[in-house]
């Protein structure tokens, strides 16, 4: 079991910089496939970007591909979200996920309900 703490977020301007951190606790981090999703007020929950326990594989949402890297330091119990030329429509709360079952296909990756481990969320804001 995992417990996970999202911190990085605030308000920006337009066309900024941010790197989200999700910070672990708990046994064997390094075997948990972590992924982030975000809400914005009156949507859903969508997928953001993913990364296999390794760090070998990661995915992305198409939405952010190009202008967004995730990563992680399995020796920190972190995982990173950096995210550049930000757009007003990437306001939303952002939490990380994390869950040590395998996923055998990528698309697997983006599902919520593969995600058994949830952060409380942290806030980005970009202002045009």
């Known amino acids: 079991q995992v417990q996970l703490v999202e911190s990085g977020g605030g308000s920006v301007q337009s066309g900024d910089s941010l790197t989200l951190s999700c910070l672990a606790s708990?046994?064997?981090?390094?075997?948990?496939?972590v992924a982030w999703f975000r809400q914005a007020p009156g949507n859903e929950r969508e997928y953001v970007a993913a990364?296999?326990?390794?760090?070998?594989?990661?995915y992305y949402a198409d939405f952010v591909k190009g202008r967004s890297t995730i990563s992680r330091d399995n020796a920190k119990n972190t995982v990173y979200l950096h995210m550049n030329s930000l757009k007003p429509e990437d306001t939303a709360v952002y939490y990380c996920a994390a869950d040590q079952r395998p996923k055998y296909y990528a698309d697997f990756y983006a599902r919520a309900n593969e995600y058994n481990y949830w952060g409380q969320g942290t806030q980005v804001t970009v202002s045009s």
């Open positions: 990364i296999s326990w390794s760090g070998t594989n990661t």
């Open positions: 708990g046994a064997a981090f390094n075997t948990y496939a």
